[in-house]
């Protein structure tokens, strides 16, 4: 019980769209019964991380809906407990300008926890990973802060947010670029960073006191550039699922039918919890053609699948063609529908013969709850 | 200490051994045996409990525990974790003048009478953990008070030709029973008990602690406590219970309990949002089917890679169902993996069993008569290996 964590809930939200209308970016479905959040609440929970502060600002209700008391995380006990931190007073109801003055919502949390350490999280990447390692390489380093990340493959098109860093061979950080690619070996941020709960006290503190609200551009980078900070990088190995807007995210739906992904990121000893639905097991009906598909529970599949992913309660009627797709929880597509890349948002009702094709680089889109009308 | 009362408590027998499950119940009481993919068999008693506004229930455990126990828990997944009431699991304890086993279903509950003290019910729900079925509970209690009874046996129809293998009531118009006859060889009526008793607890307390007194007594419910009240003329009724009701007591009944899950005639229904049958939950990714799988009216659970031809089967949690494999009329309970070219046919495969490759477990009986079908049973565990044949 070394570290406490903390994560972002709403950072990312405005690069999701739709899908973000009516939720955090953490609470964003994904692979078939997750939300974002699950799988950083469930590293945390793996590695001994007991005390979790989820600090959040608009659009929580069904962030909250899904964490409850944090049960299924095996959080909610006498010494284990999950903190919802919504904003203090009214204020303008819009994203937080960065992440210090998000963190500065939740001093209380800061200030009260015991643990000397603090992992602060984003909800927007994806991987199985075991904290305590890197709290471990942050402690021998002897760093200000250690930044998690990894070696991202070639044709790894950089984001605009994206922490870029170059290490040398003790892992010390010799360069940092953010948004942009640097030369040699980089490593890209993992949105994790490790500090000492002291340390980010104070540097709240003084920054949001002073209008600078970017823990990375205006804490990191600049102290970077004066020398006056040491960065500890820790290399995470594993698959890791980086969903930077709705593309992105919906590539990486499909990526956990890729076996060597999926044994990754849902290990046995490691699992991903979530919220349970007590729903019955799924019903694949005679003459239903399921082919390279994800399936969570209590769906009933009466229609041809290919190539998509059914999150649990889904209806997918006789004739209906879905292809290509994410079929998020409780929607029904109807008798004779035909869809190719799309993205539909949970309770939408798609009407029999409706068509929906997007492209494979431009999903359709439906708004959760919408009805598509047939021909 | 609490002086909240609560009006009814359940009881649920879950010592049984249930030897006529053979391998499957070796090392797990019967109640704990898994069913339709994804639930145990006393998912059913206990999620019935809850629907029914009974947030009290005691269970009595005797025979291989540790499983059971394990999976009960605190009693979470089924909303029993209480501050006052919720679930509690009884073995059998040693006291201070005399230390038993169980002895019968009636002693089961004598036993425990300080238990059921605790909470002071005006009625007392006698269940057992043994049956498939969906019951509002609340429905019965109703028709219980209505009746001004003393103990309400739930009762369902069954055909006459069949009503000899059941413990039958024989009633009157207005529901009360005059008779009871356990397997009769000539039954009147096809009012079969479906071991679901109601008692006015102040009764049963009398019953259980004069029955105990009684050295020729074997302390069961059927046998001695029923008959005894109706000898002694109390208000006992039959309360008509009106759905999918199936004893698993056998590898016959399990297996088409389980395949009564694949007919869509058969009024049980695990979808109902007003009426879910809760489970406890293991943490497992949603299932993935490859493009090699095919299912066909099959009910398949989340945890699974598919990647065989599955036909008409159960497969539950976290099975791996390898290319070329098939699966034909069978129950795979959770965690089992089967090899590519493995065919398995009319038959119940064991949790955490691994089928070899190519191997063959069961017989296809696709054009036989159903009396003919013999179910093939792999124990827990078992490992086939490959291209071994098991037909039994």
Known sequence: MKMCGIVFSNIYDSTMGELTAHRTVASMPFGGRYRFIDFVLSNMVNSGIYNIGVITKYNYQSLMDHLGAGREWDLGRKNANLYILPPFGTGVSNVYRGNLEALNNAMTFLNATKPDYVLMCDTTVICNIDYDEALQSHIDSGADVTVIANNEIKSYECDSNDFVITVDENGVVNDLAIGYMLDGKPLIGMGMFIIARKTLINIIESYVSRGRYSFEKDYLLSRFVDGSVKINAYEFKGHVLRNHNTLSYFKNNFKIMNEEIRADIFKSDAPIYTKIRDEAPSYYHEGCQVKECTVADGCNIYGRVDNSIIFRDVVIEKGATVRNSIIMQGSRIGAGANINYAIIDKNVTVSPTAELMGASSVPVVVHKGDTVNGK | MYTIRKECIAMLLAGGQGSRLLVLTENTAKPAVPFGGKYRIIDFPLSNCVNSDIDTVGIMTQYQPLELNAYIGNGAPWGLSRNFGGVHVLPPYAKSDNSEWYKGTANAIYQNMSFVDMYNPKYVLVLSGDHIYKADYSEMIRF??????????????????????????????????????????????????????????????????????????????????????????????????????KDVGTIRSLWEANMDLLDHEVPLDLKDPDFKIYARNYAQPATYISSTAENINSLIAEGCTIKGKINNSIISTGCSIGEGAVINHSVIMPNVTVEPGAVVEYAIVGENCNIGNNAVVGTNYDNAESSDINICVVGKGRKIADGETVTE
């Not at chain 2, 006459?160 to 118009?173: H, K, L, P």
């Not at chain 2, 004069?210 to 069961?220: C, I, K, L, M, R």
């Open chain 2, 144 to 245: 219980h008070k209505k009746k001004n009874a003393e103990c309400t046996i739930a009762v369902l129809d069954v055909p006459i030709e069949e009503a000899s293998r059941f413990g039958i009531m024989n009633t009157n118009d207005d529901d009360s029973i005059y008779e009871f006859e356990e397997k009769p060889a000539q039954p009147k009526s096809t009012k079969a008990s479906m071991g679901v008793y109601l008692f006015n607890y102040d009764v049963l307390k009398k019953y259980l602690t004069e029955d105990e007194a009684d050295p020729n007594s074997s302390n069961d419910f059927g046998k001695n406590i029923i008959p005894k009240m109706l000898g002694d003329g109390k208000r006992m009724f039959a309360y008509q219970f009106n759905g999918y009701w």
